[in-house]
Nanobody, 121 residues
């Protein structure tokens, strides 16, 4: 069974950076796409970034140009580099593995515990 463990969240000020990490076990990581979602307080979970096995990536409009998703297949880990953070980025961040159908990402794994990111103004 696939297991994901997110880490790296914390409290930062607006304009600062954070890098989230997600370790994946129980699958052939290199064969899978991966994605980062977030759930702001009182809102639904949304996909913010996804990366294919071949390192093709896409982003939501709200984070494009500020966030970068990357992967290290040797470590079965996916990262989310977050720059120029804003208070609106405050959320619990979750990673998943999945697949692309065309340009759309679909998750295949269950949700992990997530990691909290809080951005103060």
């Amino acid at each position: 069974q696939v297991r994901v463990v997110e880490s790296g969240g914390g409290l930062v000020q607006a304009g600062e950076s954070l890098t989230l990490s997600c370790g994946v076990s129980g699958s052939i990581f290199s064969d899978n796409a991966a994605g980062w979602y977030r759930q702001p307080p009182g809102n639904e979970r949304e996909l913010v970034a996804a990366i294919s096995p071949g390192d093709r990536s896409n982003y939501s409009d709200s984070v494009k140009g500020r966030f970068t998703i990357s992967r290290d297949n040797a470590k079965s880990t996916v990262y989310l580099q977050m720059n120029s953070l804003k208070p609106d980025d405050t959320a619990v961040y979750y990673c998943t593995i999945g697949r692309f159908v065309g340009a759309k990402y679909y998750r295949n794994s269950r949700w992990g515990q997530g990691t909290q990111v809080t951005v103060s103004s």
